[in-house]
């Protein structure tokens, strides 16, 4: 990654390209030209896919080889459908974005003082079908591995 070769980028983007060939070869390009090269290398701007660093893959690896076939098979034989679920908060006081403004002359959001936050638990089926609830409050939470329909 470019933090590691201390460029002041987190992502590979055509200037921190083009500043690591300054500093390397001593060569300058225009960020038009630094993409021309990437492009003619094969190289596309993508959206990173995140990853969490505490992902363990060979447990990821035994639970989809030994793990969900069991699952599988418990709920082919009982005609149930297998969810992958997950959670989310919002809050009402959330901000997303930036907003441009004069040099010292903050933006100003108008908004309730009043803050609430909702949660969302939902479920996807391997075949698209999808499950929601919203709820005020999250507690000790149980997911259905599989249901009958």
Known sequence: MPVRL???????????????IEQEYGVVLSVKQ?????????YTPQKPIRKAFE???EQVKQWLEKEYPAIKKRATKEKGTIYFGD????????????SYAPK?????????????????????SN???????LIEKLT??????????
């Open 34 to 42: 630094v993409g021309r090269y990437l492009k003619s290398w094969g």
């Open 87 to 98: 959670e989310t908060g919002m809050r009402s006081d959330h901000q997303a974005g930036r």
């Open 127 to 133: 075949k698209g079908h999808l499950q929601f609830m």
């Open 104 to 124: 010292r002359q903050n933006p100003v959001v108008k908004s309730t003082g009043q803050r609430f936050s909702l949660n969302m638990i939902s479920a996807i």
């Open 6 to 20: 201390k460029l002041a980028f987190g992502l590979w983007t055509r200037a921190a390209v083009q500043q690591l």
């Open 140 to 149: 000790v939470m149980y997911l259905l591995i599989f249901c009958n329909e």
């Open 55 to 57: 992902q363990k893959p």
